[in-house]
């Protein structure tokens, strides 16, 4: 059984009508977007991260709020990242998949359809390529040069425990992860769908590569999680730090292994 955390680093003020693809009742709701990092705790101490999010200078450049480096965040609960040896990269978006030089120590799991996709032909249009980062993608190569990826092909284990589901959708080769917990079989589902009311509404988040393996993933997350909604977790959702407690090791770290508030 693992523990998950759900580490927030970055907030971003928007409305409704930037996260839904296609009419919302107000367009001007309030509707900001958390950025999240994952942090999953097993038997003998060991640790896996989920995402690596984004730093200073990106959040500069893409005016976003930073709250705090994602290495605070994970010295705030008690990990060092220098000693994380597993990281699981849900897809190469910019808030996702920077970082990665925090993690000297780590092998990298992706799917093999996002590396091929963020360094292949459709990088050539700049309203696909607008949501990654290059220096982002050039230090996974460099990793990879440094024998420190491990592709996955759709379906995966990283742990015990702990399994990767490839979909696509919101970018062409984004996994979920799900991960055995005492509540049942939590899914990170990341962007696979950014808001709970994604998925509820049954309405996409306009930022989408493949609208069929979208729809098909959101699906797909409920059967992974036995049927039980509680345990599907979405990429961006500030109510995620309403619906579930507060870890006793950070104000701004969320037990998602327990159950969440009624």
């Given amino acids: 059984m693992w523990q998950v955390l759900a580490l927030r680093y970055a907030h971003h ?5 930037a996260n839904f693809m296609g009419p919302v009742p107000d367009a001007h709701e309030a ?8 942090l999953l705790r097993g038997p003998e101490g060991r640790e896996i991260l989920v995402d690596t999010g984004y730093n200073a200078a990106t959040a500069a ?6 709250l705090r480096p994602v290495e605070d ?3 705030a609960v008690g990990s060092d990242p220098a000693r994380i040896r597993d990281v699981i990269i849900t897809h190469l978006h910019y808030d996702h998949a920077g970082n990665l030089d925090l993690f000297p120590n780590a092998t990298f799991h992706i799917q093999d359809r996002e590396v091929a996709f963020a360094t292949g032909r459709h990088m050539c249009s700049i309203c696909i390529r607008q949501t990654f ?3 982002d993608v050039v230090l996974l190569i460099r990793a990879l040069y440094a024998e420190r990826v491990q592709f996955h092909d759709g379906e995966g284990e990283v742990a015990p425990g702990v399994t ?6 919101h ?3 984004l996994q979920m992860v799900k991960v055995a917990t005492e509540r049942g079989p939590l899914v990170i589902a990341g962007d696979a769908s950014h808001y709970y009311a994604n998925m509820d509404r049954q309405i996409p988040f306009p930022i989408v590569f493949d609208l069929g393996a979208m729809i098909q993933g959101w699906r797909k997350a409920r059967v992974l999680a036995g049927g039980d909604a509680s345990l599907v977790i979405p990429g961006h959702d500030p109510l995620v730090r309403q619906r579930f407690p ?13 159950p969440p508030h009624s």
């Fill in 171 to 173: 970018s062409d080769g």
């Fill in 133 to 135: 980062e290059v220096e």
């Fill in 73 to 75: 965040a994970l010295r």
């Fill in 31 to 38: 509707m900001p977007m958390d950025y999240f990092v994952w």
């Fill in 61 to 66: 450049r893409r005016d976003r709020r930073l």
């Fill in 246 to 258: 507060v870890s006793e090791l950070d104000a701004e770290a969320w037990r998602l292994d327990l």
């Fill in 13 to 17: 003020e928007r409305t409704a009508a």
């Fill in 164 to 169: 990767l589901h490839g979909i696509g959708g």
